[in-house]
């Protein structure tokens, strides 16, 4: 259902900063890995702007992966150590792939990846001895290429005969600790967004080279966000969809809220990655 004007209007709101991709002739690239002396980390400037994030909450129940790219829900983890890759597979994957399959009704859920980012002040995301850091820049995960590829790089001789088929690639993003009030998560209405507005970019890594999406700025753009997030909310994010007539691609960003006050706690949060499969 598309949420009228009226309705957005009177949604709760921030002006926050994002920071879309300027425009280039090139192609951009960021690599995922200490750079040697001499060559960027990545290529492409940012543009910053300052857009409304609106307050989901009151809508939340109204938007969907399908249509909007997102989704809101609650869901209690029996994860007592975000921290310890182990319980995460033994017991945070599982829950996961009930979760993402209650949602979308698919028949086989995957979760083949997951990043804890804990801010650090200064720290650069990806450098020797740094965590995983929030993600200023808007993007989405995977691109027309690198979607079906991650299928036939995780799942073997099945790989052809699922992609007849539509599948999707979703992420279960959540804080570990709240409330949360540093970089916030800013997801944008799918609806809103033009094809046209998705750059492709290589990822490098030190032994492959993936594709993401980095995003141009359009002011039709419409961002929500979950202010003052707790650990038993989280949100669904629509990275891929074989699908032409869903939601395909979902841009996001963290942010900086102007309302949050001045001492607040570093950002936690976990990120899984699934593979939905419609069979």
């Not at 507005?197 to 290589?202: G, N």
């Not at 202010?227 to 989280?234: C, G, V």
Request: charge should be negative; aromatic fraction near 8%.
């Amino acid at each position: 259902m598309t949420l009228s004007p009226d309705v957005i209007d009177g949604l709760p709101h921030v002006e926050g900063v994002l920071n879309y991709l300027a425009p280039m002739a090139e192609r951009p690239m960021n690599l995922a890995y200490e750079p040697p002396p001499g060559m960027p980390r990545s290529t492409g400037e940012p543009e910053p702007h300052r857009m409304t994030i609106y307050d989901v909450r009151r809508v939340a129940g109204r938007l969907s992966l399908d249509s909007e790219g997102l989704a809101v829900v609650k869901h209690n983890s029996a994860v007592r150590d975000f921290y310890d890759d182990d319980e995460l597979r033994r017991v945070y994957y599982p829950e996961a792939e009930r979760l993402v399959a209650e949602v979308t009704g698919a028949t086989r859920v995957l979760v083949f990846d997951h990043t804890v980012r804990r801010r650090v002040w200064g720290g650069v995301d990806r450098s020797a001895g740094t965590p995983c850091q929030p993600v200023t820049a808007v993007h989405n995960d995977y691109t027309i290429e690198s979607g079906p590829q991650r299928v036939r790089d995780l799942m073997g001789e099945e790989a052809e005969e699922l992609l007849r088929h539509r599948f999707e690639i979703v992420n279960v993003w959540r804080p570990i600790r709240g409330p949360l009030r540093d970089a916030s998560l800013a997801v944008c209405d799918a609806t809103t967004v033009d094809f046209a507005d998705f750059v492709p970019s290589d990822l490098v890594y030190s032994d492959r080279t993936g594709e993401i999406y980095r995003v141009k700025y359009n002011p039709a753009h419409r961002w929500f966000y979950v202010p003052e997030m707790q650990p038993d909310e989280a949100i669904l994010i629509k990275c891929y969809d074989s699908a032409p007539d869903k939601a395909r691609f979902t841009a996001h960003s963290a942010f900086e809220d102007p309302t949050a006050p001045a001492e607040v706690l570093p950002r936690e949060s976990i990120e899984l990655r699934t593979l939905i499969f419609h069979v």
